[in-house]
């Protein structure tokens, strides 16, 4: 049994025998054994955020980085990573969306350096999950990379389906943050993924790499989704805490949103629908 190097004894009495998800783990992982006989009903936390400042962390005097290293640990052994997306929006859509930008993030190598619509959409997501960003601000960046998505294939002579894709994992970014219902935000933050992905199989093809004239895409695509698993951990680790979250926010006063988000981040398988915007 893989407790993600939590205490045994701590594991088999928060998490049980039940289902192993991201908010028992971060529960679990914040819990010391001296906590184990007071009768505490073990019930998770809303999200990593409130789990790092709740009332059992301190008085365990448990550190974010602690929970951090369980869910990352987590995350690196899930074999999924677009159900490991989908788990975390599910618990934490915040969290989720970051770590969504850290996969999108992996293939804007492949969008021209002049197509700058792909690279705000993540800089606005950013933005947004530290609080400096609005709604409609992260919608209007989503059709942004949605439409420079498009256009990466709309002239012919031009074709780059690799840029296609890692547009759409851009603005799927965006999806996952603040589009439709939660059970689309769900999906979408997996769809990011999934486009990733399909960037890294489309570089150099003729077609896009999805199309069924492709009869091994699964399997490429299965194997291009691996390396993403250490990407979502590493964003797990570089999620802001409540007090860098809060810094930010002082240090973004009186400036523009593009800047002061800038300068905060400086420091720093199979879904139920997968499909094109």
């Excluded at 619509?117 to 530290?130: D, G, K």
């Excluded at 299965?222 to 250490?230: I, Q, S, V």
């Amino acid at each position: 049994m893989n407790t993600y190097g939590i205490d045994e004894r701590v594991w088999k009495k928060v998490v049980g025998r039940g289902w192993v998800w991201p908010g028992s783990i971060a529960l679990a992982a914040s819990v010391c054994p001296e906590l184990l006989n007071e009768g505490i009903k073990w019930q998770a936390y809303a999200s990593l955020h409130d789990t790092e400042t709740s009332k059992i962390a301190i008085e365990c005097g448990t550190s974010p980085l602690q929970i951090r290293n369980a869910l990352a640990d987590w995350a690196t052994n899930e074999a999924n990573v677009m159900k490991t997306l989908e788990r975390l929006a599910e618990w934490d859509r915040r969290l989720a969306v970051w770590c969504a930008c850290a996969v999108a993030e992996t293939v804007l190598k492949y969008v021209p350096v002049d197509e700058g619509r792909p690279r705000t959409a993540i800089t606005t997501v950013r933005a947004w999950v530290l609080g400096h960003a609005t709604t409609v601000q992260v919608q209007i960046a989503g059709r942004g990379a949605n439409a420079a998505a498009k256009s990466a294939t709309a002239v012919r002579a031009s074709v780059n389906y690799a840029a296609e894709a890692a547009a759409f994992a851009t603005a799927y970014a965006a999806d996952a943050a603040v589009t439709g219902p939660e059970s689309y935000q769900i999906t979408a933050a997996a769809n990011v993924a999934h486009e990733a992905a399909t960037a890294e199989a489309s570089v150099g093809r003729s077609s896009p790499a999805y199309e069924l004239d492709y009869p091994e895409w699964p399997r490429v695509r299965d194997a291009n989704l691996k390396p993403l698993r250490e990407v979502v951990a590493g964003a797990i680790i570089s999620y802001p805490t409540t007090e860098e979250t809060n810094a930010s926010r002082g240090l973004a006063s009186g400036r523009t949103l593009v800047a002061g988000a800038l300068g905060v981040m400086l420091g720093a398988g199979i879904v139920r629908a997968v499909g094109r915007r």
